[in-house]
């Protein structure tokens, strides 16, 4: 019978507990099983990940690209594509819908500014931002993987960034509340164009949300800004959408093809002004990392 | 004829600058307007504001919250409500949706931290963050007043605080962008059971957000969290919207009366369930944000 999974932390086990082995995090729930790297339920979402340096993870020390589960053999050979029907990978991308916090443990083997000589070490709380496919090689044979980019949320300053100051300080009237989720949209004046093209209405369904001063809508990034994507802040990167649609499209429900044609959970055609060139690699770039192709 | 309205850093100016007098602001379109306190274009978004010490407006350095325009005689005194069709009042909500950034200019005579002891400071850009109206009184009359939130975007780390911690760290791959509006949404633990509660269905349009390991939406705080307007964090003031239906909630475009009937741009009624019991405390003050009384 499995212990029930917990989330956040876990009181005894501080940022930078040192384990000496992973069996040692299975009585108190820190991480349930031996032999994985992701404990998760498949109902609730992923509590915790070992980054034990079998995957290429990259690690930044405040945000982390994990590789999820599957397609290996007994003895850890890729030999399959990972699929997001792995329990283990869906249950991070609970733990991403829900919001759920992530404890991230280093073993010694992985080569990261935070890695132990020896043993595990509890590196702190994060939550996963996103998820997507990439095609990597093992053995000159390619396989999809499935990927996941953790963001740090502990209370280690010095793992911060200064780029933040420009972010939402309202938070600073509240207490930090642990087991938080973020959605942030960030909307700069290259999207304001898009917009103004569309008459802020989503190149999807049409709708324009009305405020008090004219109409809202969201510039999408089609190939994501920052690590690991490296997409454009230009208007060939860029769609107009209405927040619905901008989630949807970022998990990647739906994506579109080279002739505009919508695929996945929504179907028909996106609309597309003459005067807007998007650039066909990034539409690309989008079906590849969300399995269309 | 009006000189063009510039929106941002204007070369010589930086933060910490010290006028002299207001007149010294209007050559080179710092602040256009001599006797206002708003520089703003009804089309465009408002460029810059003063805070004179004419309004209680509160200003913790990192976030100000700024009364609006329009109400008052020629002499200056309050004497009817302000109103959102006031041009400049116009302005301040464009630079919100559309997230221009507004220079902040500050007063001897208004009371702060960063007030200079003579002439008008520059006190950095901001980013309007939200607005929404408020009573006030003046000589024992109550009057409707236009409340903005306005959040420091600027370089100075050190007016930035530790909660930001916790923030989308993928903002320290790009250079930073000036002009970028966030929609930032917090989802904590609780608002995960009323979205539970409702199945992630939304209460207004009953639309639930797919993913590819369930269904996305959104808790929203019927009284906002923070400061000014320091809302709780409880099953009491959260309802379950979907990412359309939240951004249109908090702009006000709608409101919910005690019955649940909805009021503004969306009829009909809010999906309650019997076990969800809302303050109606709560909907009032949403209500009288978004002039609904």
Not at 81 to 91: A, T, V
Not at 122 to 141: Q, R
Request: charged share 30%; hydrophobic share 30%; proline share 3%.
């Amino acid at each position: 019978m499995a212990r029930p999974i917990i989330f956040g932390e876990i009181e005894g086990f501080e940022e930078g507990y040192l384990f000496k082995d992973r069996k040692e995090m299975m009585p108190n729930s820190f991480h349930r099983v031996w032999s994985r790297g992701i404990d998760s339920d498949k109902d609730e979402g992923a509590s915790a990940v070992v980054l034990s340096g079998e995957y290429k993870d990259e690690d930044n020390a405040d945000a982390i690209i994990y590789t999820g589960a599957g397609g290996r053999d007994k003895k850890g050979k890729q030999i399959k594509d990972q699929d997001w029907f792995h329990n283990d990978n869906i249950g991070l991308m609970l733990s991403c819908d829900l919001g759920k916090p992530v404890r991230v443990i280093i073993g010694h083997k992985h080569k990261s500014p935070l890695s132990p000589k020896s043993g595990y070490v509890y590196a702190g709380l994060y939550y996963v931002d996103s998820y997507w496919n990439k095609i990597e090689t093992f053995d000159d044979k390619e396989f999809k993987m499935c990927k996941f980019k953790l963001i740090y949320i502990g209370n280690n300053k010095n793992r911060s960034t200064p780029e933040q100051i420009q972010l939402d300080h309202s938070i600073r009237d509240k207490k930090r509340v642990q087991n938080t989720v973020m959605r942030l949209v960030r909307d700069s004046q290259i999207s304001l164009k898009v917009k103004e093209l569309y008459d802020f209405k989503c190149q999807v369904c049409g709708i324009a949300i009305e405020t008090k001063s004219g109409f809202y809508a969201e510039g999408a990034h089609i190939k994501a800004l920052g690590k690991p994507h490296n997409g454009d802040d230009s208007l060939s990167n860029l769609i107009c959408l209405c927040p619905n649609h901008h989630v949807m499209f970022d998990k990647g429900v739906f994506s579109i093809m080279d002739n505009y044609e919508l695929i996945g959970v929504e179907k028909g055609q996106l609309t597309v002004d003459d005067k807007h060139k998007i650039d066909k690699d990034n539409l690309k770039y989008h079906r590849s990392c969300h399995g269309y192709n």
